[in-house]
């Protein structure tokens, strides 16, 4: 079954120092994965995005993620957090349909991230 | 462009009662797709739409429906409401399924 894992309910780190959400995956075939945030009462905004290509992926507001396939991993990184960071991630990997065409996007639970001044 | 807008916003709704909330994608995107998110649940899968068709289902009861129009908005509705359907249903949209999604800001629904 295909199934997104984010193992940290909560993720802490203090303002300027690297931080890390780790996320881990299953399934069939090759993965499309996705980095979104969402602040409160907001809808999800998206961060980046690994499709095919470098293992190593830049997305917006400095983040990036680094894509493992031996470990199908797939973990958000900042080298220096910001306080206006701290906010609710969620890892998701796209589902193929048996056309190879969907919309279907399988969500971890979610990781909130809080950053200290 | 303008985002994904969703209306309405809040919803407070009656167990028994049906609700329509309505999506309009970014211009040019034709693929809609419907999440519920809940505490306890998470983001789940409705379905998807794409050219007016469905082309995705999630594991949600057939209370659950929805459609897309010839101009891509799309509209889902939730037939004898009940306390659990309490949520916040997102909408997104994507030039197709190869792309990422774009999120509205969603319609929290409360049924009393």
């Known amino acids: 079954a295909q199934s997104v894992a984010q193992p940290e309910d909560q993720v802490n780190v203090a303002e300027g120092n690297p931080l890390t959400v780790k996320c881990t995956y299953s399934?069939?075939?090759?993965?499309?994965l996705f980095w979104y945030v969402q602040y409160p009462n907001r809808g999800l905004q998206f961060l980046l995005k690994?499709?095919?290509?470098?293992?190593l992926v830049k997305g917006s507001y400095g983040f990036e993620a680094e894509f493992n396939k031996s470990q199908t991993s797939f973990h958000l990184k900042k080298p220096s957090a910001l306080v206006s960071d701290s906010a609710l991630y969620f890892c998701a990997v796209r589902v193929p349909g048996a056309s190879g065409n969907t919309g279907k996007l399988i969500f971890g639970q979610g990781t909130t991230l809080q950053v200290k001044p | 462009k303008a985002g994904v807008t969703q209306t309405p916003r809040y919803l407070i709704k009656t167990r028994g009662q049906q609700v329509t909330l309505s999506c309009s994608p970014i211009s040019g995107h034709r693929s809609v797709s419907w999440y519920q998110q809940t505490p306890g649940q998470g983001l789940q899968f409705l379905f998807e739409y794409f050219s007016e068709t469905q082309r995705n289902k999630g594991n949600f009861p057939g209370r659950f429906s929805g459609r897309q129009f010839s101009n891509s908005r799309s509209e889902m509705n939730v037939s004898t409401l009940e306390l659990g359907d309490s949520a916040l249903y997102l909408c997104a949209s994507s030039p197709d399924s190869y792309y990422e999604q774009y999120f509205g800001p969603g319609t929290r629904l409360t049924v009393t």
């Open positions: 399934v069939s075939g090759n993965p499309y």
């Open positions: 690994y499709i095919t290509g470098d293992n």
